[in-house]
Structures are given as structure tokens and as C-alpha cells.
């Protein structure tokens, strides 16, 4: 039983066409995070938002967009995907503001194919 | 390993063996995370083990810290089925949002 949810669960893009994908969790965290997973790859952060302020990875910075309209929901925006952007997305939210004494709970992902 | 160029780590094993899983890591970290995702789930978090602890332990999890080597490992006694998973660490310190993780280990457990 998760409560952190993402939406779709499976989206199929055409390159140069944008993609949305939404995440939203009820256990009222202050941190929302997504990171890109490959097979056989680490998942890779690609920004954060610690309540309404969002920070992203210097070598993803201009690929990815986000917002945070609320607490609970965060979205990952690609202005225009490209074949590389095909990979599993986890959003995750925690309660502590560093990860030094908290965990990140996932969501199940939203996986994105790019043709 | 976890990290470096090597892929992903792949372990198969019957149910009821021991196993353990290792991470090394090169940047300096205030903790270590251990994380399980089993297929079609997101990751979720098994153990917390922070750099003043060398062991911690949970049922049938045991990780390890060992900061001048830069390396943990997790270990789980009495392995079921339901084990098989990919298990990744992750390490982290005080700054914010800073959990970087391992490529991670696929575990498969027969039955």
C-alpha cells in the first residue's frame, strides 16, 4: 500500500512531444524528489523540491522542468523528449529535510518510452 | 560493488542460504542507506546505518559500515523467495536532498 502516487503508470511519447508526469503523496513531506532509473543503472536524481524552493542537478538542469503547486503534489515536465529520455521515473517524498536521518519513500514509477 | 563501471551486480541463490550484498562508495558520507525494489514496485528503504554505527541490524537484515574502507554491506540470514529484489545502497550526508545511489544488486531466490 503506497502513498506516493504517480500518474500514468506507463506513457508512450513521440520525440519533440512534451511529457508531464505527476506525483502526489499524503503523508504531508516537505521534500519531493525524482530521480531517472535505466536498466541496469543507478537512479539518477534529477531535482528536488524542499517545500517551495526546487534544486536541480547542474548536468540535468535544462532538460527537466517541475512544479509544486501544493504539498503534496509535484510534477517532472519535458519540453521535448528525446529517445535518451526512455527510462523508469521514481518520485519519492521524505519528512526530513536532509537524508541523513530519514528515508525516501517511492512511488511505483512512471515508465516513459520515447519512439 | 555497486559503484564503478562494472554492471550490475547479479546474485541466484536458493531459499533458506545466507547472502550478503557489498557497496563501496567514494565521496564522503554521513550515512548509508540500504534499499530493496522488488519488480513493478518503487524502492523502499530496509535499513538506515549512519557513520558512527558499524553494525545495525533489523529481523534478518545486518548491514555493516566501515568508513575508512568506504564500503557496507547487507546481509540476510534464512533467504525466502519473496528476498528477490534488487537491493541498492545509497549514501548521503547532512546536505539537503543528497542520497546518491548504487547501481544495486539483483537477487533472484529460488524456491
Known amino acids: 500500500d503506497t502513498t506516493v502516487k504517480q500518474n500514468p503508470r506507463y506513457k508512450l511519447a513521440r520525440v519533440g512531444k512534451p511529457v508531464n508526469l505527476i506525483c502526489s503523496q499524503t503523508?504531508?513531506?516537505?521534500?519531493m524528489y525524482w530521480y531517472q532509473k535505466k536498466p541496469n543503472q543507478a537512479p539518477k536524481l534529477l531535482l528536488f523540491?524542499?517545500?517551495?524552493?526546487?534544486?536541480r542537478e547542474a548536468d540535468t538542469f535544462e532538460k527537466f522542468q517541475s512544479s509544486r503547486p501544493n504539498n503534496s503534489f509535484c510534477s517532472l515536465y519535458i519540453g521535448s523528449a528525446g529517445l535518451e529520455y526512455s527510462a523508469m521515473y521514481l518520485c519519492?517524498?521524505?519528512?526530513?529535510?536532509?537524508?541523513?536521518?530519514?528515508?525516501?519513500?517511492f512511488g511505483e514509477g512512471s515508465k516513459l518510452t520515447v519512439l | 560493488s555497486q559503484w564503478g563501471e562494472e554492471n550490475l551486480q547479479a546474485l541466484s541463490i536458493q531459499e533458506g542460504e545466507d547472502v550478503t550484498m557489498n557497496c563501496s562508495y567514494k565521496?564522503?558520507?554521513?550515512?548509508v542507506q540500504w534499499y530493496r525494489q522488488k519488480s513493478g514496485k518503487g524502492p523502499a528503504q530496509l535499513i538506515l546505518i549512519r557513520s558512527n554505527e558499524r553494525e545495525k541490524r533489523s529481523g534478518r537484515l545486518r548491514a555493516t559500515l566501515d568508513t575508512s574502507s568506504q564500503s557496507s554491506s547487507l546481509s540476510i540470514t534464512g533467504t525466502l523467495a519473496t528476498d528477490t529484489a534488487v537491493y541498492f545502497c545509497a549514501t548521503g550526508t547532512q546536505v539537503v536532498g543528497q542520497l546518491t545511489f548504487g547501481r544495486g544488486t539483483r537477487l533472484q531466490v529460488y524456491a
Open positions: 519519492a517524498s521524505s519528512r526530513d529535510r536532509t537524508v541523513n536521518t530519514g528515508q525516501l519513500y
Open positions: 503523508m504531508n513531506h516537505d521534500t
Open positions: 565521496t564522503y558520507t554521513t550515512v
Open positions: 523540491y524542499y517545500d517551495k524552493i526546487l534544486n
